[in-house]
């Protein structure tokens, strides 16, 4: 199905390539539609490039509401048809042109920057507030008021940049304050990027500190990277390692030492074996 549609949009692409502006390609581009495994929604894809300013190329699940003048019955049609949607938001809008068959669309988009939007938004601090910025920052849905409201959580946003990578990895207001209930005051950009793309929530800190670990935020990306959940910490434990340090935890999923791997040692007459120990036999190829 993919592949049926990435050559479905090469095709339409490169037909309608002469209705891009060569002198606008900051805020000008193509875009390409397939659908969504969440209802009621679809997988939208942006690109855009220029020389002085660089290239963009982001996608993100968008309500089909969002997309205004494009319905359900248009990207479903059997025959296929011209389409015009816009996508509206604070820092500008979206106009996009092309074409729908069988719920797989692609084509060209303008994008209309509001002047309102830069200086509001670098009235609250935010630098780096380019064309480029503004058409990212209009797809993820950047707004003014989510601005305050993070800036208000005592989050250390300063530039455009930060804010997109945040609205795109879903960094919320919410997110940042149960973080703080749980004794993580977490105020970097970077940090709290880097925890939600690495699917740290505050349920998984909550189950851990219930296991008796209070890793620290690289610690928490660490064991969310490597799977290293209170059932495994729990089984490890089961076996006589107790208070395992996060490091050695780490090392074990990485190397495979697994529960099966220390019982069929020990089944063989290899007893009180320490993690390190473990972790290099593992590395030796024993088995």
Not at 55 to 83: C, F, H, P, W, Y
Not at 213 to 237: G, N, R
Request: aromatic content about 8%; charged content about 20%; overall charge positive.
């Amino acid at each position: 199905m993919r592949k049926a549609f990435a050559t479905f949009t090469f095709a339409l692409l490169v037909s309608m390539a002469g209705l891009v502006p060569r002198a606008a390609a900051q805020s000008s581009g193509t875009w390409a539609i397939h659908p969504s495994k969440t209802a009621g929604e679809v997988e939208l894809r942006l690109q855009a490039s220029d020389e002085g300013d660089g290239n963009i190329d982001i996608s993100r699940s968008v309500k089909l509401a969002e997309l205004r003048g494009l319905t359900a019955a248009q990207m479903a049609s059997a025959s296929g048809g011209n389409v015009h949607f816009e996508i509206a938001r604070e820092a500008g809008t979206l106009a996009c042109d092309g074409y729908f068959r069988q719920q797989q669309g692609a084509g060209t988009f303008a994008f209309h920057a509001d002047p309102r939007f830069a200086p509001a938004i670098q009235a609250l601090g935010i630098s780096g507030v380019d064309q480029r910025r503004l058409l990212s920052m209009a797809f993820v849905d950047v707004t003014t008021a989510w601005t305050r409201q993070m800036k208000a959580a005592g989050v250390q946003v300063e530039t455009a940049k930060q804010l997109i990578e945040m609205r795109i990895f879903r960094v919320t207001p919410e997110y940042v304050r149960d973080l703080r209930s749980l004794g993580y005051t977490v105020t970097d950009p970077r940090q709290l990027t880097k925890l939600r793309i690495f699917h740290v929530t505050p349920d998984s800190i909550r189950s851990l500190q219930s296991a008796g670990y209070h890793p620290d935020v690289e610690d928490l990306v660490k064991m969310s990277i490597f799977k290293v959940t209170p059932e495994f910490i729990a089984q490890v434990k089961q076996l006589g390692y107790t208070n395992v340090p996060v490091d050695d935890l780490v090392k074990m999923r990485i190397f495979h030492v697994t529960p099966d791997y220390i019982r069929t040692m020990r089944s063989r007459g290899l007893k009180d074996l320490t993690i390190e120990k473990l972790v290099k036999m593992r590395i030796a190829g024993i088995n």
